[in-house]
């Protein structure tokens, strides 16, 4: 009897331990499998099916999406890098951006994980990458991918934003926009891109929130650095209405 149940009690232990090791394996090889940061060497299928799986994950994605949003950068001398991302698709999308820096080996320091919280269909939007003191130091070469999901949250208004005028007003630069649609704007994000001699040495955003119908606001932003600058580009990075 004793033996009986000994020779039970073994084939269960074997069955448990074949079981574990089928999931540990199994379970390494499909996160070996998916390299979200370097989406661009997968299939579309794979993808495809990467998407169906980790729906829930925070690192999940639309392909569809992803392959038709464009990235540029711009580095910003003791700033960092000013990121690009225009959206040609017709639907509005939130985008994660992915910063890897690699030292001079070609080895890879660290991945900086941004978001972009909207950009309208047909639409573009930017993100500054801060890059902290060790970093600079440390750093020769970096690359930047992004990501891209369905932003299904929000009332894109972009395109009832009218900019009004725009001016540099001593160490402030100041633009009068208004509110064209008949909803009332919870939050207006505006980016600056200053440029001398056409070259970007500086950028920053500031935001209006609750514009109300018809409304035309004065935005005031102020410039902290000390910096040259002989002209600023006013970029509307968003408008939205939250959908209560």
Excluded: H
């Excluded at 299928?45 to 729906?55: G, M, S």
């Excluded at 009832?160 to 509110?179: A, C, V, W």
């Amino acid at each position: 009897m004793k033996d009986k149940k000994g020779s039970t009690f073994v084939i269960i232990m074997v069955i448990v331990s074949i079981s574990i090791y089928i999931i540990v394996t199994v379970g390494i090889k499909v996160f070996e499998k998916v390299d979200f940061i370097n989406y661009d060497k997968e299939s579309k299928k794979e993808l495809k099916d990467i998407n169906k799986k980790y729906e829930d994950n925070e690192y999940a994605f639309n392909y569809d999406l992803t392959k038709n949003i464009e990235i540029k950068d711009y580095y910003i001398k003791d700033e960092g890098i000013l990121v690009e991302i225009t959206n040609k698709n017709d639907y509005p999308i939130t985008s994660r951006i992915y910063t890897e820096f690699y030292d001079e080996k070609d080895e890879l320091i660290t991945v900086e994980t941004n978001y972009i919280i909207s950009i309208s269909g047909a639409g573009k939007s930017y993100e500054k990458i801060y890059l902290n003191e060790e970093l600079k130091k440390r750093y020769k070469s970096y690359k930047i991918k992004a990501i891209a999901e369905y932003d299904q949250y929000k009332l894109n208004l972009e395109d009832k934003i009218e900019l009004i005028s725009s001016k540099r007003d001593g160490n402030y630069y100041t633009i009068d926009f208004k509110n064209n649609s008949k909803y009332k704007i919870d939050s207006v994000y505006w980016g600056f891109i200053y440029y001398n001699n056409n070259e970007i040495v500086y950028y920053n955003e500031d935001s209006s929130n609750n514009v109300k119908s018809k409304e035309t606001k004065r935005l005031k932003v102020v410039v902290f650095k000390d910096i040259e600058y002989d002209r600023v580009e006013p970029v509307l990075l968003y408008a939205y209405k939250r959908q209560r």
